[in-house]
């Protein structure tokens, strides 16, 4: 029965190999029919494997995510300090996103294109990195950093601040101005002034001539 069992999981990554492969050469969404046709196996076969189109999608949408997955938790568990965590948080993720896109770009858009067409598929990944980042920030604040924000308000301005760093599509416009150097440089400004504090950038109600 194990090897039965091995046997079928085999397969189905086997077949998760051919989807990801027709997403990258031909950027359709995928599904069970698409499929079959394009590894050249017989319908009925893909659908013992995958029960629909939607749970043959969220099996490539989790390849596609698996690695960041780990990475998030890599770096929560390691012992380092907050400001460190969160360059790793972020770069970690940079780094493997850029190796992909690098190695195959045209295969790169296309898996961005999808996502994009299929968000709410995808959103729970975003809402994982978002708790993690809470997470990373509550240890941040509990040292002192970010004072007077609230975490939902926190997790915003972060976000915004490194939005070239973790939106996937960005990277197909702007690799070449993307560094790892540079985004220490924000990490470093967040922990050195992310406050609730108002030092007079806002707040005014018109201009007046210098």
């Known amino acids: 029965m194990s090897g039965t069992a091995d046997q079928f999981d085999s397969e189905k990554a086997r077949m998760l190999r051919f989807a990801e492969r027709m997403i990258e050469e031909r950027g359709?969404?995928?599904s069970r029919s698409a499929l079959a046709g394009y590894?050249?196996?017989p319908r009925p076969r893909i659908e013992a494997m995958f029960a629909d189109d939607d749970e043959l999608f969220d099996a490539v949408v989790a390849g596609w995510f698996g690695d960041h997955v780990t990475i998030m938790e890599e770096v929560l568990a390691s012992d380092?300090?907050?400001n460190r965590k969160m360059f790793e948080f972020f770069a970690r993720?940079?780094?493997l996103q850029r190796e992909r896109f690098r190695a195959n770009p045209a295969a790169f858009k296309a898996?961005?294109?999808l996502g994009a067409a299929h968000?709410?598929?995808v959103r729970s990944y975003v809402d994982l990195a978002d708790h993690y980042l809470c997470e990373l920030i509550a240890q941040a604040q509990a040292e002192g950093a970010f004072e007077?924000?609230?975490i939902d308000r926190a997790l915003s301005l972060i976000n915004q601040m490194v939005l070239p760093y973790t939106m996937a599509d960005v990277l197909t416009y702007m690799d070449e101005r993307l560094s790892e150097e540079k985004l220490g440089q924000i990490v470093d400004t967040l922990f050195a002034g992310l406050s609730a504090a108002d030092r007079g950038a806002r707040g005014l109600s018109g201009l007046r001539a210098a």
């Open 39 to 41: 590894a050249g196996v």
């Open 148 to 150: 007077g924000l609230a």
């Open 28 to 30: 359709d969404a995928v």
């Open 80 to 82: 380092l300090p907050p």
């Open 119 to 121: 968000f709410e598929r």
């Open 111 to 113: 898996y961005c294109e």
């Open 93 to 95: 993720r940079f780094r």
